[in-house]
């Protein structure tokens, strides 16, 4: 079994470049997840957010945790839950305007903390926007201007902590699904650990790494690369011991950002067999997305190509 993609980013300014781009690709094309070291975060900064985070859960969460799951019962399960997750969540909006002011429950340095963490995954993630750019072929900056919409992209982050749990072969910490977005970037709980990918029709962990970031591509790089690089299947498995902390920042289009497959990624042969990936609006997307997070990605595709098709062959049929 080959090894889980890990990148080191301070390798991009020396002798090693090329073969680190190559090691980007190869995650691309092959896994839709990497891990990064040496990504220019500073490491203290860092253990403040997980310092902060993991403060703010048991002050905060904890409780409101443990009365949810009493209350639906949820220690006792017989059969498998699918209709629920093991996690305790919160949301923060950074883009295109910020709600973090509005998050209850918060004190002034963590809202703060948080502002400032959001500002350097936003730089962390235009910058591998590019790299991506560039190993694609396209124009530095194409994906950022394929995100944009009118009021710039969509940025947030999912707040998460899985508690330990008594039935995890019963209850998923998250069940399987592909993310909807751009490029997300997470912050993990360096010692409890959880995620994993598929790969090949296996189950594989994401081994948790002090001070990393791991990085994995949303449905809307599968559509503009067509294919090329493909979001894949995740889940979170719920542990017996420990609370996992996940800090989950996505790097979205913009709501009303046109996606579609970038002309110089659409070989004659996916055109001629019909192979192209849908036109659509984000938002479109999304809603659609809304009610089928946990559901395969392609019958998606198909639903926005439908669309597409109907708004295309539209002025034709009524000829
Ligand atoms: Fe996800």
Not at 67 to 95: P, Y
Not at 265 to 276: F, I
């Amino acid at each position: 079994m080959e090894n889980f993609p890990i990148i080191n980013l301070e390798k991009l300014n020396g002798e090693e470049r090329k073969t680190t781009m190559e090691q980007i690709k190869d995650a691309c094309e092959n896994w839709g997840f990497f891990e990064l070291v040496n990504h220019s975060i500073p490491h203290e900064f860092l253990d403040t957010v997980e310092k902060m985070t993991k403060d703010h859960y048991r002050k905060c969460m904890e409780q409101r945790f443990k009365e949810l799951v009493a209350s639906k019962g949820l220690e006792a399960v017989q059969a498998e839950v699918n209709d629920m997750d093991w996690e305790s969540t919160f949301f923060l909006r950074h883009l295109p305007v910020s709600n973090i002011s509005e998050i209850p429950d918060l004190d002034d340095e963590y809202r703060k903390v948080m502002r400032e963490f959001a500002k350097q995954l936003e730089k962390l993630a235009e910058e591998l926007l590019d790299l991506l750019c560039e190993n694609l072929g396209l124009e530095k900056g194409y994906l950022k201007k394929a995100f944009y919409g009118s009021k710039g992209p969509t940025f947030g982050t999912k707040v998460s902590n899985y508690p330990p749990c008594p039935k995890p072969d019963l209850i998923k910490g998250l069940r399987a699904h592909t993310d909807a977005g751009g490029i997300i970037l997470l912050f993990q709980d360096d010692k409890v650990s959880g995620l994993q990918l598929l790969k090949d029709g296996h189950w594989i962990d994401v081994p948790p790494m002090r001070h990393s970031i791991v990085i994995n591509l949303g449905d809307q790089l599968e559509v503009i690369t067509n294919g090329k690089y493909k979001s894949v299947l995740h889940r979170v498995i719920a542990q017996t011991d420990g609370t996992r902390m996940s800090i989950a920042s996505f790097y979205n289009p913009g709501s009303d950002a046109v996606i579609y497959p970038a002309p110089t990624l659409v070989e004659k042969e996916a055109e001629e067999k019909n192979q192209v990936y849908p036109k659509f609006v984000f938002e479109d997307y999304m809603k659609l997305y809304a009610g089928l997070k946990f559901q395969a990605k392609e019958p998606r595709f198909e639903a926005m190509k439908a669309v597409e098709t109907t708004v295309t062959l539209g002025p034709i049929a009524t000829a």
